[in-house]
């Protein structure tokens, strides 16, 4: 007996849904001039398929190609004069990054001891960048590893919405003379071969020495290195870059099932008041920065938001600010989160069950 053709939706009908709200949502978000909307619109396209039911997913060859051109973005805001800012103000970059890593370890430890997520979810979740790491390393530590990735993306999300807004209200979008310097003068296939060389190189270095967000971090690297060398600036035509950002934004977006919406759904409020701790935090750090350095207030914000490197730095392009001071000091926080934020996750999250296991032995038993 054949099934009734309700019964066999069409498989295109979720990706149709997927593209046709994007699109509105890009439309409606470049209407009222929201910074970074080839990235938000997508991501809340995403999330609304997810919680519809919609099992689409993002394969992970097209969004290690879209992490690479965003990379190549990245890489492009890195020239020697980020090297001389760093090292005119170490102490100032070093002391911002130390304590953003730092707090994010405490608020985790604390959210552990009180209990109020299960396990050490709490102590993985709340790592700064570096999300797909801190949820491999969460689900080999025994951590529920989906609310690790909603307290992960979650944070992303937030910290997007609130930089886009702050960057349109107090900074606006980047002047024609200046933002539309990150638009290529003109198409020029033969440099986008170049950029997509770098891209490519870049990423298949990253993956091959096996290091965390390879496919982003291999292409800063090169792409950097080639930039302060003065020899190319790889910065990635816009159309490419929009291309990038929709991946971006589904990634992010898809990441919301169902499933995992309705494994979270109790923690959720608790998961957004940590989540706006460390975004206050690193907000109070900003008002330092705008206090004793003269940075202005968006930039700050930019500089020291616990998001993703990779939408901040789409924020950072479409928005009138110092681009070159947020991504020094967001590139210097991620290599560090890299290095470091798995060892303090783990030494908070051996105390935390340290903790269990002796409270488990002076438990009296019947």
Wanted: charged share 10%.
């Amino acid at each position: 007996m054949t099934a009734s053709p309700e019964a066999s939706p069409s498989p295109l009908r979720p990706w149709l849904l997927l593209l046709v709200l994007s699109g509105v949502f890009v439309a409606l978000l470049e209407l009222v001039g929201l910074p970074a909307a080839l990235l938000l619109g997508p991501m809340l396209a995403g999330i609304i398929v997810s919680a519809r039911g919609g099992r689409l997913r993002i394969p992970d060859l097209p969004f290690a190609g879209a992490q690479a051109l965003v990379g190549c973005l990245i890489a492009s805001s890195i020239n020697a004069g980020i090297l001389r800012t760093i090292a005119e103000d170490w102490p100032l970059f070093c002391a911002v990054t130390a304590s953003t890593v730092l707090v994010s370890a405490v608020i985790g430890s604390v959210l552990s001891r009180l209990q109020v997520l299960p396990g050490t979810v709490a102590v993985w979740g709340s790592s700064p960048g570096a999300a797909s790491a801190m949820v491999i390393m969460a689900q080999a530590y025994g951590a529920d590893a989906r609310l690790v990735a909603v307290m992960t993306y979650t944070r992303v999300v937030c910290v997007a919405v609130v930089a886009s807004l702050l960057s349109l209200l107090f900074a606006g979008r980047a002047p024609a003379a200046e933002g539309m310097a990150l638009a290529d003068p003109g198409f020029d296939p033969a440099r986008l071969s170049l950029v997509l060389a770098v891209a490519l190189a870049g990423a298949v270095a990253g993956r091959l020495a096996r290091i965390p967000a390879g496919a982003l971090l291999g292409p800063i690297a090169l792409g950097a290195a080639l930039n302060i060398a003065g020899l190319f600036d790889p910065h990635p035509p816009q159309l490419v870059l929009g291309l990038a950002y929709a991946l971006v934004g589904w990634r992010l977006g898809l990441n919301f099932t169902r499933e995992t919406l309705a494994a979270a759904g109790k923690a959720m409020p608790r998961i957004l008041l940590a989540m706006l701790i460390l975004i206050a935090f690193c907000g109070g750090l900003a008002m330092l920065l705008v206090r004793f350095a003269g940075i202005d207030p968006v930039t700050a914000y930019l500089a020291t938001s616990p998001g993703g490197m990779d939408s901040v730095a789409i924020i950072a392009a479409s928005s009138n600010v110092d681009r070159p001071f947020v991504m020094a000091l967001q590139a210097l926080r991620f290599l560090v989160v890299l290095v470091t934020g798995p060892t303090v996750a783990r030494f908070v999250a051996n105390r935390h069950l340290a903790r269990e296991r002796q409270r488990s032995a002076e438990r009296p038993r019947d």
